[in-house]
């Protein structure tokens, strides 16, 4: 079962239009009791391409690597998307990706 905070590679194929495609590193938002109940989970996808630019790309470290989270790609994928798990984010990436999502979302 993944966990809020996780790393994973997520199928991300098919996309449409502007959204983030292809097999990547993507980081699980839901929290572990909507994890375990549903079957999908809520995850931000990661990438190389950008430098970071808050709150849409923040700054994480999967692998080693520095990355971003595209903050405005949030979205839910079934678990069968879900390849191997890569890592975890700090709790300091944690909270920078949470006040992100809060001013993108106006939470």
Do not use: F, Y
Not at 61 to 82: M, S
Not at 93 to 98: K, S, Y
């Amino acid at each position: 079962m993944p966990h809020r905070g996780e790393i994973w590679w997520v199928r991300l194929d098919p996309s449409l239009g502007s959204e983030i495609r292809k097999t990547r590193p993507c980081l699980v938002m839901s929290t572990d009791i909507v994890n375990e109940r549903r079957r999908t989970v809520i995850v931000l996808p990661l990438s190389t391409s950008p430098g970071p630019s808050p709150p849409l790309l923040v700054s994480v470290q999967c692998a080693g690597r520095p990355v971003v989270a595209v903050v405005d790609q949030l979205r839910a994928v079934a678990k069968e998307r879900l390849g191997a798990l890569v890592g975890v984010a700090s709790a300091e990436e944690m909270a920078a990706i949470e006040d992100g999502l809060r001013h993108i979302l106006e939470l």
